[in-house]
């Protein structure tokens, strides 16, 4: 590796199994890609089966020995959640967790138990499953963050958004609610002497998906500014790394090295001392608990 991360630094991992929360387009199919291209097994955990088997067609062009399987998994369902987690639990040991399924700046939607659907999938969601789930992982647990988490502020008064919906703060509480979440799980984990650890990152700014949500004139120029952010495929760098790098460390959080962490290779992020605040995060974790009813025991 030098001046950072890229995917040509992702080595082998033929015989290490990988679960990829919202695999089947933008970072997260990139990310499963180029797992499966290094010899992984891979495990697209999506809500869209019909999508998901699309994106294991497309990987298997490249890819043609590619080892695949697909996982239903609605973020917005704590539910289909747990069935969700069930089922890996049931099948074989997984070497990563790779939690990259969200959304962004959406119209005020619910999720089916009635929380505000950016801070119920991004969060509660991942929560959720990662909580049911980590005891069956034995290396790494990625969870996928932003930039934004800079701006974000906690505010559990309003999860229902019933009061106000303001798209931007929402996506930024969501994505802070993120962080705490990997800061306070690597130090649970390490408190309980487990060998996995929870590791952080953020694509800086790549235009994906994500993006559908966005103002009419945004998307527009989309296009136009696509030369000054990173792709897809360049965005997915800090999950690879936080996934597969060799110097990975629990807590570590990953991100792109050019001004502003917007684009660029992947190495050290900054963190807002939010994000770091064990006083933040065991209050989180708690409340979480009691919203999603699920205790991860940790």
């Known amino acids: 590796m030098r001046d950072g991360f890229t995917a040509d630094d992702v080595g082998t991992q033929t015989g290490r199994r990988f679960v990829v929360t919202g695999a089947n387009a933008g970072l997260g199919f990139e990310t499963a890609k180029i797992l499966a291209a290094r010899g992984g097994d891979v495990v697209l955990a999506c809500r869209d089966e019909s999508r998901a088997r699309d994106a294991m067609a497309r990987?298997?062009?490249?890819?043609?020995?590619?080892?695949l399987s697909f996982l239903r998994l609605d973020l917005a369902d704590l539910d289909?959640?747990?069935?969700?987690?069930?089922?890996?639990?049931?099948?074989?040991?997984?070497?990563?967790?790779?939690?990259?399924?969200?959304?962004?700046?959406?119209p005020r939607t619910l999720t089916r138990q009635g929380y505000?659907?950016?801070?119920?999938?991004?969060?509660?969601?991942?929560?959720a499953f990662t909580g049911l789930?980590?005891?069956?992982?034995?290396?790494?647990?990625?969870i996928t963050a932003s930039l934004a988490?800079?701006?974000?502020?906690?505010?559990?008064?309003?999860?229902?958004?019933t009061r106000s919906y303001h798209i931007w703060s929402r996506y930024q509480m969501s994505k802070l609610a993120?962080?705490?979440?990997?800061f306070e799980l690597d130090r649970r984990l390490s408190a309980a002497g487990r060998a996995t650890q929870a590791i952080g990152c953020h694509p800086g700014v790549a235009l994906t998906e994500l993006t559908r949500h966005m103002p009419l004139p945004l998307r527009f120029l989309s296009p136009l500014a696509a030369p000054f952010f990173n792709s897809p495929a360049q965005g997915a760098w800090p999950t690879l790394q936080a996934a597969t790098g060799a110097h990975v460390q629990g807590g570590d959080y990953l991100g792109p090295q050019g001004i502003g962490e917007v684009t660029g290779r992947s190495?050290?992020?900054?963190?807002?001392r939010a994000a770091r605040d064990p006083a933040l995060g065991r209050e989180l974790w708690e409340r979480s608990v009691e919203l999603t009813g699920v205790d991860?025991?940790?």
Do not use: W
């Not at 990987?59 to 080892?67: C, E, L, M, T």
């Not at 993120?178 to 990997?182: A, I, S, T």
């Open 59 to 67: 990987i298997a062009v490249d890819v043609p020995k590619a080892s």
């Open 80 to 106: 289909q959640v747990r069935e969700a987690a069930a089922e890996v639990r049931a099948g074989p040991r997984v070497d990563v967790l790779v939690n990259n399924a969200g959304v962004m700046v959406p």
């Open 116 to 127: 505000e659907l950016q801070f119920g999938v991004n969060h509660l969601g991942t929560f």
């Open 133 to 142: 789930v980590h005891p069956h992982v034995d290396d790494r647990i990625v």
């Open 149 to 161: 988490h800079r701006s974000g502020e906690l505010d559990f008064s309003d999860l229902a958004a």
């Open 178 to 182: 993120n962080l705490v979440h990997m």
């Open 267 to 272: 190495g050290p992020a900054r963190a807002t």
């Open 296 to 298: 991860p025991g940790i």
